[in-house]
């Protein structure tokens, strides 16, 4: 049941090479490159007799960089790979589908290589990175988001989205700002506040329980990775910190005034 | 290996009738009066057959009351019975000796009942309230927090301690300002932000997944309980809202600055 025999992964992190495992596990022929070298060699020797050989074509990349460098990978990947569908994984859309207009604006086949894009979103996650803490699970009953842009048609969104199903996640078909919008509440506002309850605590914290472990478990996921994604979602997310602002604001105003409570 | 022969807690909901299912597992006689008659009644047809008869002696009584009624019941409940060791188990421990100071403060016998009274705080809890929600094992692993005042002594403390220790709960023994500064942090603070972040939050959110769900969990709480837990240790909570006020400010100044990322 696999929608494509060959797929390549680029970039062996934990979405990646997770991935990439569901893919041979589905019978797809799969290989990853990524351009830390000790990546790619764990990744593809989880995928073992399903390894996608050097020279064979490829019907389907998947772009599972960091964020800043997404737009550059599809863009290249597009270019390389003629007739293949390319799509990536990234937490934020608009901003990539911006950046992939913008490096393939002066080019004379540009509709055909938009066209073959399709910006998507796995909503999953772990507090590990890298190849490591893959599984070829990660997916299931998760939300995946597909986010359709001004050059995609229908045939290659169908095609996607079975590839979707094949890791038993559920595709929410939406636009780019939908998805930011979405994903500003339910995904990086979280992150956020997170870090910023971890960041105001003093020890000794005897006292710690099971709600604080749930409140700052988000702030163990990796910085460096957190900090484009939501700098690429400023826009949605400004008015949020404002709201939280106001509202940490008028409780401050509630609990000195003269009524004994609340 | 029960300390008291005879409770009696005050209070039958989540806590209190949680605390009351084990007393009567250790073998205590135990029983639970509350304002609301369809509480105590719940609570106690769960005792079964280790229910403390109406008239007989009491040797423990456990306040488990909302906070805001607290102090008064504590003292109500060290002058009804004398000898008795009385506990609370409420979030707030500083405001609650404060007024509890208060109300003994003309009685001629004022050291002795404040001897007899012992502030304690388990940490532990559901977002469901209660007698129904109850479980004689909620205590089980969590730190229990008892946090003497001028007038405890030491016989009596030690009582207590072995009291908290037959829930199998971590005893930490520690002032009752250490004990609010602690709270503020582990469960206050994160209470609120769990609220306030939930509040922010605008449908559809299809793209939802288990960081959102373990960040808005503890906004499903009793609102009604924790205005006047908040309200009660502002004074710890004040400087702690505003580290977040600024930090947001910080980060909103991060997000916007000319540099590509954080």
């Keep these: 049941v696999n929608t494509f025999s060959s797929v390549e992964v680029i970039g062996g992190g934990l979405i990646g090479t997770s991935i990439a495992l569901k893919l041979a596990k589905n019978g797809s022929q799969v290989r990853v490159v990524d351009s830390n070298a000790a990546h790619a060699k764990v990744a593809n020797s989880l995928i073992g007799s399903s390894l996608l050989a050097e020279n064979a074509p490829i019907e389907c990349v998947v772009v599972a960089t960091p964020v800043e460098a997404l737009a550059e990978v599809i863009v290249s990947a597009l270019i390389s790979n003629p007739k293949c569908i390319v799509i990536d994984i990234g937490s934020i859309k608009t901003k990539v589908i911006l950046d992939v207009w913008t ?3 002066s080019m004379s086949n540009k509709v055909e290589l938009r066209e073959r894009y399709i910006p998507t979103h796995p909503m999953a996650g772990r507090e590990v990175s890298g190849p490591d803490g893959a599984r070829s699970d990660l997916f299931e009953g998760r939300a995946w988001a597909i986010t359709p842009h001004s050059q995609s048609k229908e045939p290659t969104l169908n095609r996607v989205e079975a590839l979707v199903r094949e890791f038993g996640a559920v595709v929410y078909r939406m636009s780019p700002e939908e998805h930011d919008r979405q994903v500003a509440m339910t995904s990086h ?7 910023l309850l971890a960041s105001v605590l003093k020890s000794p914290l005897d006292l710690a329980g099971q709600g604080l472990r749930d409140m700052t478990r988000l702030a163990h996921s990796n910085p460096a990775m957190w900090a484009p994604i939501v700098q690429g979602n400023r ?8 709201e939280i602002i106001k509202s940490i604001n008028d409780l401050k105003d509630k609990l000195f005034e003269k009524r004994l409570y609340l």
Aim: glycine share 0%; no cysteine.
């Design 103 to 105: 490096l393939t604006e």
């Design 189 to 195: 506002l979280p992150q956020l506040l997170a870090s």
């Design 235 to 242: 826009s949605e997310l400004e008015p949020l910190l404002n």
